[in-house]
């Protein structure tokens, strides 16, 4: 009896989920590669350059949620993106939200094919960007079929909610900014999950928004969003907080937690489907 309300349960908060109107989903064009921060791995990098159409695409980099005045050409993973092969890449920058709404700021996103955000605390982001002439801009790469990326804060930016959004400091889930890009929408995306140990830390978001979905992307991974679904790439791994558990293994003999609290880990290869979801299995699509 308690199995087949567990059952339920899972079943119930998976529908819930998705009712209208809270359906988590990529964008329609474009592609998105969400990293979870630290080093940046080279096949992470190269598959950037490779979806913004080649080495000689046009790349943006935005460091400025770092906190600097001024930055180099170096800045923000730019010096790294010149070494796996790309040949034409831009530092970008203002902390003005009136610079962001010029159209002198906004001419090198004119014709860029791939956009990077590099790490630091993600409302800065928001301050400098949000709602602006800008932001419209980085839509329109995705449109014209370009790639969006980043690392850490550029991460997290890439989702509607924001999370650790607080001034104050980074250990406050839910501050004083809430709203991110939303790349994806009705989602909520963390950073440096297993080196800092935060893989709890979602649950005090789907908590009181529980329609929203949870990813966690540890350092040196990342997913690629295309569409609705995204695969795992890099070193480690990616949590998912949706409300169910998922295993290779099967999971009728494990002792699981209320629904509340359950998540699950998918590595290097393994693929989603945001709006339904659920794990994409092999063959399944």
Do not use: C
Request: charged share 20%; proline share 3%; glycine share 12%.
């Amino acid at each position: 009896m308690l199995t087949i309300f567990f059952a339920v349960g899972v079943l119930s908060a998976h529908a819930q989920n998705n009712t209208a109107g809270y359906l988590t989903t990529g964008p329609a064009k474009g592609s998105l590669v969400v990293v979870g921060g630290g080093p940046l791995d080279h096949v992470i990098l190269q598959r950037f350059i490779e979806l913004a159409g080649g080495p000689d695409a046009p790349i943006v980099v935005i460091p400025t949620a770092s906190g600097r005045k001024n930055y180099n050409d170096n800045a923000g993973g730019a010096g790294q993106l010149r070494k796996y092969g790309a040949r034409n890449v831009t530092v970008l920058h203002t902390d003005n939200k009136a610079t962001a709404n010029s159209e002198s700021f906004g001419k090198p996103l004119l014709k860029a094919k791939g956009i990077w955000f590099s790490g630091g605390r993600q409302w800065r982001l928001v301050d400098a960007y949000k709602d602006t002439k800008a932001e419209k801009l980085f839509w329109q790469v995705l449109e014209r079929g370009g790639v969006i990326g980043g690392s850490s804060a550029g991460a997290t930016i890439q989702g509607s909610y924001l999370a650790r959004g607080d001034t104050k400091n980074n250990q406050i889930m839910m501050g004083d900014h809430e709203a991110g890009f939303g790349f994806i929408k009705n989602i909520a995306i963390d950073q440096h999950l297993l080196v800092r140990n935060r893989h709890f830390d979602m649950l005090n978001i789907l908590e009181k928004r529980p329609e929203l979905l949870g990813i966690g992307l540890d350092e040196s991974t990342a997913i690629i969003v295309q569409g609705n679904n995204f695969e795992v790439i890099g070193k480690s791994y990616v949590v998912v907080f949706d409300g169910l558990f998922w295993s290779r293994e099967g999971s009728e003999l494990k002792n699981l937690p209320m629904t509340s609290n359950l998540f699950y880990f998918l590595r290097p290869g393994d693929r989603y489907d945001l709006k339904n979801r659920k794990v994409i299995i092999d063959g399944e699509e």
